[in-house]
């Protein structure tokens, strides 16, 4: 998931008076770095909180801390950046129930929505208005056990999976959950390489070789701003 650490919005709405809260680490205002609306500027809404511990993390300052805010105080702070595509990362995102609200909100309101999500919570309740970008955790990530597989079924044409390798051998379960699920039929299928773990030009080559249906993706923001704080 993407990166930044700015210290993002206060609420300003009494607790009492609205309980469609949400605890945030940071909202930022950059450029798409992957999936399919790579290149977009994009408002990012990053939640607090992860059940999964990836080893490749590069989020872990979203696992804890954050503040509380209202949902309609999230949706003034996203339209002040005026960009068409908002983005709802974490942590985990669906971790927090009212997350659901929240990108129902969204959508109303006229945006691209994409949310990134572990795969390892249920998905099914996700508005079909947006764009999902859902892991399926390879085996070096140390997750592999939290892929929730019935998420499958709850995908839509317009989402993606995002399968993130750190080895050869994870490329090797990538292949064949690709076939075993037949993952391309069902929508876009993303490779991702782990940053300092396996060279891009490797995966990509193994893709090549292989001839496999799905997108070769590297982080764009890591290349541009290497993870610096605020993209
Ligand atoms: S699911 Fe995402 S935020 Fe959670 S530990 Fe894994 S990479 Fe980090």
Same mark, same amino acid.
């Given at each position: 998931?993407?990166? !930044?650490?700015? /210290?993002?919005?206060?609420?300003?709405?009494?607790?009492?008076?609205?309980?469609?809260?949400?605890?945030?680490?940071?909202?930022?205002?950059?450029?798409?770095?992957?999936?399919?609306?790579?290149?977009?500027?994009?408002?990012?809404?990053?939640?607090?909180?992860?059940?999964?511990?990836?080893?490749?993390?590069?989020?872990? +300052?979203?696992? +804890?801390?954050?503040? *509380?805010?209202?949902?309609?105080?999230?949706?003034?702070?996203?339209?002040?950046?005026?960009?068409?595509?908002?983005?709802?990362?974490?942590?985990?995102?669906?971790?927090?129930?009212?997350?659901?609200?929240?990108?129902?909100?969204?959508?109303? @309101? !006229? +945006?691209?929505?994409?949310? &990134?999500?572990?795969? /390892?919570?249920?998905?099914? @309740?996700?508005?079909?208005?947006?764009?999902?970008?859902?892991?399926?955790?390879?085996?070096?990530?140390?997750?592999?056990?939290? #892929?929730? *597989?019935? #998420?499958?079924?709850?995908? %839509?044409?317009?989402?993606?999976?995002?399968?993130?390798? /750190?080895?050869?051998?994870? +490329?090797?379960?990538?292949?064949?959950?690709?076939? &075993?699920?037949? %993952?391309?039929?069902?929508?876009?299928?993303?490779?991702?390489?782990?940053?300092?773990?396996? &060279?891009?030009?490797?995966? /990509?080559?193994?893709?090549?070789?292989?001839?496999?249906?799905?997108?070769?993706?590297?982080?764009?923001?890591?290349?541009? *701003?290497?993870?610096?704080? !605020?993209?």
């Amino acid at each position: 998931m993407v990166s !930044g650490k700015d /210290a993002g919005v206060a609420s300003t709405t009494p607790v009492a008076a609205d309980a469609e809260r949400l605890r945030i680490t940071e909202i930022f205002h950059s450029i798409q770095g992957e999936a399919d609306a790579i290149g977009w500027r994009t408002v990012f809404v990053r939640l607090t909180g992860c059940p999964l511990r990836c080893v490749w993390c590069d989020t872990e +300052y979203s696992f +804890y801390g954050g503040n *509380w805010h209202a949902i309609d105080d999230i949706l003034a702070e996203v339209a002040s950046h005026g960009a068409r595509h908002v983005c709802v990362t974490g942590g985990e995102p669906l971790a927090q129930k009212r997350c659901l609200i929240l990108l129902r909100k969204l959508c109303d @309101a !006229g +945006y691209e929505v994409s949310l &990134e999500t572990s795969g /390892a919570l249920d998905v099914s @309740a996700v508005d079909p208005r947006v764009r999902k970008v859902m892991d399926l955790k390879a085996p070096d990530s140390g997750e592999s056990r939290r #892929n929730l *597989w019935s #998420n499958l079924d709850h995908l %839509l044409p317009h989402d993606q999976v995002k399968i993130v390798i /750190a080895s050869r051998a994870d +490329y090797e379960w990538a292949r064949a959950m690709l076939a &075993e699920h037949a %993952l391309a039929a069902r929508c876009m299928v993303l490779f991702s390489p782990v940053h300092g773990a396996v &060279e891009p030009r490797e995966l /990509a080559e193994w893709i090549i070789a292989d001839k496999l249906d799905v997108r070769f993706q590297m982080q764009l923001h890591k290349l541009l *701003w290497n993870d610096a704080a !605020g993209h």
